[in-house]
């Protein structure tokens, strides 16, 4: 089995696809566009990214999750790991190694994409947004926008070629709204959820119609310009802790997509893959 782990600023996304029914040498992963069937993403967890918590702990975690679900760490023979988070890349190595006995594989220069990336820094470029285009153009086509909604809310363009192009980074909902309550002594901390209506009638709900309705107007108006400089329609794709809140009133994003992420890790796990050996156990 592989397991695939998103690292991301706060939350940290864990998939495990079942590989057994792959034949050797098939197509990638069956995400292509007429491609034939995908391995079976036999479970998935989302729990909260700590940089401060050892690997022990992580492993214990990791562990209880595989336990709960009926399945063992000595099932998983392959590990592909997309993260943001620096500090966070040598515990996991280490939890890898220790609770899994695989050696994982990192999304970082020097992985074989199959996408052009055409900005001024590659190498600067978020693993998680790589490996969400790289899902997007080989499920969905180009030209495609993906549209994350995470920590940081982020744009990423692929062309129909199936290039990447470029995108935009803003600040996601949950930091903006945390942004004005820590600055504004009277304001309280609400539900962030779409209101009945635009023109709220107290505080809570001024609060959730400025946030929601505010934050799509965000999205949107970044869309359309972006839209605009392409010249051509292009399909949108929402993935990421939000999506389907934001999605709903959005007059662009046309799919929402919450597995594309760990779908694009199996895309590139299948295009790097080779025998990787399993450590031995401590």
């Known amino acids: 089995m592989l397991l695939a782990i998103d690292v991301g600023n706060t939350n940290t996304v864990l998939g ?4 057994d029914a792959e034949k050797p040498g098939s197509p990638a992963t069956g995400l292509r566009r007429g491609g034939g069937e995908k391995p079976e993403l036999a479970a998935h967890w989302r729990v909260t ?38 500090p966070i890349e040598t515990t996991l190595r280490q939890v890898c190694e220790t ?10 220069p020097g992985i074989k994409t199959g996408m052009p990336v055409l900005v001024d820094n590659p190498s600067e470029l978020g693993a998680d947004r790589l490996v969400n285009a790289i899902a997007a153009f080989e499920r969905y086509g180009g030209p495609c926008i993906v549209v994350d909604f995470g920590t940081a809310t982020t744009f990423d ?34 539900d962030i959820k779409r209101p009945a209506k635009v023109i709220g ?3 809570v709900t001024h609060l959730q119609s400025g946030l929601y309705y505010g934050y799509i107007g965000l999205v949107d108006g970044i869309l359309e310009r972006i839209v605009a400089e392409l010249g051509a329609p292009a399909r949108v794709i929402a993935t990421g802790g939000l999506a389907r809140q934001i999605s709903e009133d959005s007059r662009f994003i046309s799919e929402i997509d919450d597995m594309l992420t ?21």
Do not use: C, K, W
């Not at 700590?50 to 702990?57: F, G, I, L």
């Not at 609770?99 to 970082?108: M, S, T």
């Not at 363009?157 to 942004?179: F, K, M, N, T």
């Not at 309550?181 to 609400?190: D, E």
């Open 262 to 282: 760990l779908d694009g890790l199996l895309i590139l796990f299948e295009r790097n893959r080779t025998p990787r050996p399993r450590s031995r156990a401590h």
């Open 49 to 86: 990214t700590h940089r401060n918590q050892t690997a022990d702990e992580y492993g214990v975690l990791f562990v209880n999750l595989f336990e709960m679900n009926g399945m063992a760490p000595s099932q998983v023979h392959h590990i592909i790991i997309s993260s943001v988070v620096p």
């Open 201 to 203: 009638t107290n505080t």
């Open 16 to 19: 495990l696809y079942r590989l």
């Open 99 to 108: 609770y899994f006995h695989v050696q994982p594989l990192f999304v970082e």
């Open 157 to 190: 363009v692929i062309s129909a070629r199936g290039e990447y192009l470029g995108g935009a980074i803003a600040p996601g909902l949950g930091i903006s709204a945390d942004a004005l309550f820590s600055h504004a002594a009277r304001l309280s901390r609400v």
